[in-house]
């Protein structure tokens, strides 16, 4: 299995940035698609943006202020977050999906959140 703990959330006024890390460990080799996702209060969950093997996705609303990145060698997961405004304010949780051959079944993690809140 992968685990996966998010950080970096916090405070932050419109128009300022965050940068929110995921750290995952595990059988990380397994993963196959992870990205970030997240959750404002009384909405659903949604897409932030996606590593989907050598294919990077987007929320179409969020791609020219959000990036996402990693570094392989740290397994570590990155959003960067810049402009943000108060509709982003939200938690944010990483999302691992692959295939585990030592148990020949699929697996979906998901990090326990990290709250981000954009007001003045």
């Known amino acids: 299995q992968v685990q996966l703990v998010e950080s970096g959330g916090g405070l932050v006024q419109p128009g300022g940035s965050l940068r929110l890390s995921c750290a995952a460990s595990?059988?990380?080799?397994?993963?196959?698609?992870m990205g970030w996702y997240r959750q404002a209060p009384g909405k659903q969950r949604e897409l932030v943006a996606v590593?989907?093997?050598?294919?990077?996705v987007y929320a179409d609303s969020l791609k020219d202020r959000f990036t996402i990145s990693r570094d392989n060698a740290k397994n570590t997961m990155y959003l960067q977050m810049n402009s943000l405004k108060p509709e982003d304010t939200a938690v944010y949780y990483c999302n691992a999906k692959g295939y585990d051959s030592s148990t020949g079944k699929g697996f979906d993690s998901w990090g326990q959140g990290t709250q981000v809140t954009v007001s003045s």
């Open positions: 590593f989907a093997g050598d294919t990077t």
């Open positions: 595990g059988r990380t080799f397994s993963i196959g698609r």
